[in-house]
Every structure is written in C-alpha cells, then in structure tokens.
C-alpha cells in the first residue's frame, strides 16, 4: 500500500487499510489485532455482533465496517454497533438509516455502493443514478455522506471502475472511496483509494 500510495504521489498515511474479517476464524483475527490492525470489516450484523461485542466494548479504537448487504429490518442494529456502513444502495434502506439515526440519536459513517459494472446480480446504485441518490439521501432523508464504494466486476480491469467512482465522488464533494481488494488494492491506491479492502492477503482462503 505505502509503495502504490509513493508511486502515486500520495501520502501513505492517507490510505486506511480494512481488514476483511468476515467469515474468518479467531485464531486468524486475533494475531491481526494484535499486530495493531484497528479497522475490520464485515459482511452480516449478528456474525459481526458475535464476533466482536465483547471486545467492542473494551477496544475503544476499534472501527468496525459494515461491508456486506444491509436488510432492511437490520438497519437500526446496523446503526447501534458499526462505526461505517458502506453499503447504502436505495431510498428504503436511506429511511431505514435515518429513522434509526433519529431513534439512537447517533448515526454511523456511510459510503453509497455504486455498481459501476451495472451487473444485475449485484447491489449498488446504477452509475447514472448515482448523483440524485446522493441528494435524495442528503436533502430528503438528512443522511451524512461520507464516501462511496464500489466493485468491480470479476474478470474486467479494475482502473476504468475506480475512475468512474471518483468521478462520482468528486461531481458530489466526497472525500472518502472504498475501493480496492486483494487483487486490485495497489491500482485502487493509484486512483485515490481513501481506503482499501484486504480479506485474503492477510488471513489467507477461507
């Protein structure tokens, strides 16, 4: 990451590193935890709850990210445990978010999802759509939005995807792009990646 960030121009310290606990055993996580690592993410709410709900309260420099695909009837759960949900993709889920926000007085980060493959079969608001998502959650809902995230189809080259979400990003005024993963993180980091994503390269296969 640092080395990317250098060819790139940008200072390292600029690119945060989320490692993908979801799914992955304790005995994986806690030598990462222990090495310093602060920011996990994770794909379910309740997985994340009982993997993590003891130590929450104790590690207060824990950031826990929601990075999976966020019901509906989970959002007030979401809202009370994460510190980030990056996986805001429709109005429904933006209500959700905001009357949890109005009930728990507190709201975590969000990043908007953009499916900048527009593939059927994954979440994410459509590319076009993206802008008038963004203000719909802001003016209509009152939601805080804080970066978007993305990606990329399986198979295709990553830069054109990441172009299009800072694109997006830089049309709305946001800082923040989750982009980037194992595969792809030092070409995410080459197109402003504020942070990236790394589940295999650091625990290995699930």
């Not at 310093?36 to 997985?47: A, S």
């Not at 499916?115 to 459509?126: M, R, S």
Request: charged content about 20%.
């Amino acid at each position: 990451m640092a080395v990317a960030a250098q060819s790139a121009g940008r200072d390292p310290a600029s690119v945060a590193l989320t490692a993908v606990s979801k799914q992955q055993p304790w005995e994986v996580i806690a030598p990462v935890l222990a090495a310093g690592q602060r920011v996990f993410g994770e794909n379910r709410v309740q997985e994340a709850k009982a993997r993590w709900g003891e130590l929450r309260l104790a590690e207060s420099a824990l950031e826990l990210r929601l990075i999976g695909p966020l019901q509906t009837n989970k959002a007030k759960e979401a809202a009370a445990f994460f510190d980030v949900v990056e996986t805001l993709d429709r109005e429904k889920l933006a209500r959700a978010l905001a009357e949890a926000a109005a009930s728990l007085g507190r709201s975590p980060r969000l990043y908007v999802e953009v499916n900048t493959g527009e593939e059927p079969q994954k979440a994410g608001v459509l590319p076009l759509e993206a802008d008038g998502f963004i203000a719909k959650a802001r003016d209509v809902y009152g939601l805080t939005i804080e970066g978007l995230m993305c990606i990329p189809p399986q198979g295709e080259v990553a830069g054109p995807h990441f172009a299009l979400l800072a694109d997006i990003a830089t049309r709305n005024g946001l800082s923040q792009l989750s982009m980037g993963m194992s595969a792809d993180y030092e070409t995410a980091v080459q197109f402003g990646a504020t942070s990236v994503r790394i589940g295999s390269a650091i625990f290995g296969a699930r």
